[in-house]
């Protein structure tokens, strides 16, 4: 299983981001799916999940209004459009299943909300 995080960087507040996870090495689109973050000092938290079919979506209360998760089970890819940012968000993002039960976490993708 490998998971390939993409899309980050350098970002003024209010400034947009598309983020973007490509999975392999197991069936994606028989997993629900969801993006984390973890803050420098922080615990890793949930960010956003979306099922399996995308017909359910939840986001973190920081996070609602301003991202959108999406995903792509055909290109096994999973996509974070995040608005408005803060810089609050600023952090390394990862995508894994929405489980308990999670596999091998990949090398995330930095994001950073600095004027």
């Known amino acids: 299983v490998h998971f390939v995080e993409s899309g980050g960087g350098l970002v003024q507040p209010g400034g947009s981001l598309r983020l973007s996870c490509a999975a392999s090495g197991f069936s994606f689109g028989t997993y629900d799916m969801a993006w984390y973050r973890q803050a420098p000092g922080q615990k890793r938290e949930k960010v956003s999940s979306i099922s399996r079919n995308s017909a359910s979506t939840t986001y973190a209360d920081s996070v609602k209004g301003r991202f959108t998760v999406s995903r792509d089970n055909a290109k096994k890819t999973l996509y974070l459009q995040m608005n408005s940012l803060k810089a609050e968000d600023t952090a390394v993002y990862y995508c894994?299943?929405?489980?308990?039960?999670?596999?091998?976490w990949g090398q995330g993708t930095q994001v950073t909300v600095s004027s």
């Open positions: 894994n299943r929405d489980s308990a039960v999670k596999y091998l």
